[in-house]
């Protein structure tokens, strides 16, 4: 059920316009991270952070089975009535990730050596991706062996019970406890957020980075509205898109793995400013649906490097004393990619698609001084 092109196209083929989804989009990209600026004093205070986790899994977990079952009973609904409930869902699967994310990157800190972070993180891409590689072939072939809504509520049906069985990993991690200091009342939280934002330059300037640079996790949805308008897109092309997605994860992961004692994450945001800089540009230049298949491939690129870089910066501007409340903090760096796709969808729908890819390529160069800032340890 990726979220980047699953998802949208789900909301298409329900229905949904332009304007549905950029607010969807809003919901994936930025419901998380916001939500996590919110939540972050109420887990950093917590010197054990598993059960969070395992909160924000069981939501997400009945959100996917809430879909499936919407989507076995489509028949009986309106179109309204689906598109509402697929807000509904999908706002609890994104919400919840806020529990699960800030309790899994202290978790995942308290864990992991610094020195071993690098060569981590490029292995923990190579394995996951791999399991998505194949995970998408068979997304692919549920999604073409059935019309809708069926495809979908299997699709669901599959991911929950998937979900289901990966929480068995986090039931039984052996959590460290972690020095907290704590944070008592709303007035104080904020007092914290400007004194860290005053004091760190370099935790500053990565929320600005992530409210730039972290649109390119915006495009797709919308490379795939644009496929689907201009190239009458299929299920089979979506199969397709998915897998040149998942692909660019295993070659970006494999290369980073093997080359990780020598790559600094500065060059890495670097090379995914100018990647995302290039894919608008060659999705409105393309004719035909069978180049256009490679825009996908080129943001899985830009996607994957982004992710890796960010998480792993994260981890080196903070430290086991703030490392949950910095996670919760990445909230105020995704207000503009939040914002973004409610904008986009809009630009869409009155002035088209030119517009929107110039603004898109104007934040992203504008993410390329906040790379030069943060100055990066290798």
């Known amino acids: 059920m990726d979220v980047d092109t699953i998802i949208p196209a789900m909301m298409i083929d329900s229905g949904g316009t332009s304007l549905h ?101 490029s ?101 795939i509205l644009y496929a689907k308008e201009n190239f009458s897109a299929g299920n089979e092309a979506v199969r397709t898109f998915l897998i040149f997605k998942v692909t660019a994860g295993v070659i970006v992961g494999t290369l980073l793995y093997y080359f990780s004692s020598k790559v600094r994450y500065q060059k890495l945001l670097y090379i995914t400013s100018f990647l995302a800089f290039l894919v608008p540009i060659y999705a409105f230049m393309v004719p035909t649906l069978n180049i256009y298949f490679f825009a996908f491939l080129g943001t899985g690129f830009a996607f994957t490097l982004h992710k890796v870089a960010i998480d792993g910066v994260l981890l080196e501007v903070s430290n086991s004393k703030n490392r949950a409340l910095y996670t919760g903090l990445t909230g105020a760096g995704s207000i503009l990619p939040s914002i973004f796709p409610l904008l986009g969808g809009w630009l869409i729908d009155q002035f088209g698609y030119l517009l929107f890819f110039g603004l898109f390529m104007l934040i992203i160069l504008g993410s390329v001084y906040f790379i030069y800032k943060l100055n990066c340890q290798k």
């Open 123 to 223: 292995i923990k891409q190579v394995v996951s991706s791999i399991g998505l590689f194949l995970s998408a072939f068979l997304a692919g072939k549920v999604l073409v062996a059935n019309d809708y809504p069926v495809n979908y509520a299997f699709l669901f049906v599959i991911a929950a019970l998937a979900l289901g069985i990966a929480s068995i990993g986090f039931w039984n991690v052996r959590e460290v406890g972690a020095s907290t200091f704590k944070i008592t009342g709303v007035k104080e939280y904020f007092k914290v957020i400007r004194e860290e934002i005053k004091t760190n330059k370099k935790f500053a300037n990565y929320l600005m980075l992530v409210n730039t640079q972290g649109v390119v996790l915006a495009l797709m949805p919308f490379l």
């Open 21 to 121: 989804v950029g607010f969807l989009t809003a919901i994936m990209v930025g419901g998380t991270k916001f939500a996590q600026l919110f939540f972050a004093s109420i887990i950093n205070n917590k010197a054990y952070k598993k059960s969070y986790l395992l909160l924000g899994i069981n939501l997400r977990i009945f959100s996917l089975a809430g879909l499936a079952f919407l989507f076995f009973n489509s028949g009986t609904l309106s179109a309204s009535l689906i598109i509402g409930l697929i807000f509904m869902f999908m706002s609890v699967f994104s919400v919840s990730g806020a529990f699960a994310n800030i309790s899994y990157t202290d978790i995942l800190g308290k864990s992991v050596f610094q020195e071993s972070r690098k060569s981590f993180f």
